[in-house]
């Protein structure tokens, strides 16, 4: 259980990291976090990266019962000059962001902001993904969050690609992964024909519910 920090007084904010694999509940996490403190009349925004260029307010996140609104960004030095005005700042999908976004983070946190990066760790082919890895090294707190294997029903660590595309982004194509442990993920395609049966409830939710 992750106990939020809280250091009254001090100038200094702070950043923390949410990650891991696909479907293992990172915003969902962000969000929790995110909601306590807009109750505690905190100001918060979120951020989230965007493939084009427009800054309309948009949902990033999850369930239909549990979203929350977010503002896109094409570059992560945007973030500096669009968090002028909050003390909570959070980044969802913060794998897709460029490198500088370290920096931003850092900046953030020493003008006092608490930072709530949320993202995946490694990529399909359980590399670490983008920016993940320094925030991770530069990050206060680091919460690991896990899926379920969809095979074996261990803990999941890594997101399997069901599709032969060996670009590292796929956008809009959550359907085609699936959560994986070390093990299931080493064992790949072999596996495919072979998978846990999904429930009729499961049908139609695999998109933004869990990421
Ligand atoms: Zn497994």
Not at 31 to 39: E, F, G
Not at 65 to 84: A, D, F, G, R, Y
Not at 189 to 203: A, C, M, R
Request: with cysteine; proline share 4%.
């Amino acid at each position: 259980m992750f106990l939020e920090p809280h250091f009254k007084g001090q100038r200094s904010g702070w950043i923390e990291v949410i990650c891991g694999s696909m479907f293992s509940g990172k915003t969902e996490e962000l969000i929790r976090r995110l909601k306590r403190a807009m109750i505690a009349n905190q100001k918060v925004e979120i951020f989230k990266p965007s493939v084009d260029q427009r800054y309309d307010k948009s949902n990033v996140v999850s369930h239909d019962m549990n979203k929350i609104l977010s503002v896109p960004v094409n570059h992560s030095s945007k973030i500096i000059e669009l968090s002028t005005d909050f003390s909570v700042v959070g980044i969802d999908e913060a794998q897709f962001f460029d490198l500088g976004l370290v920096d931003v983070c850092q900046e953030l946190a020493l003008n006092g902001i608490r930072v709530i990066v949320a993202g995946l760790d490694m990529d399909y082919l359980g590399k670490p993904f983008g920016p993940i890895p320094n925030l991770l090294s530069v990050a206060e707190y680091i919460t690991k969050v896990h899926a379920i294997c969809s095979h074996c029903g261990n803990l999941a660590t890594h997101s399997y690609r069901l599709a032969a595309n060996a670009e590292q982004v796929m956008l809009g194509a959550k359907d085609e992964y699936e959560p994986r442990c070390r093990t299931c993920y080493q064992m790949g395609n072999i596996l495919n024909f072979n998978p846990i049966k999904k429930t009729e409830n499961n049908e139609g939710q695999t998109s933004d519910l869990f990421s």
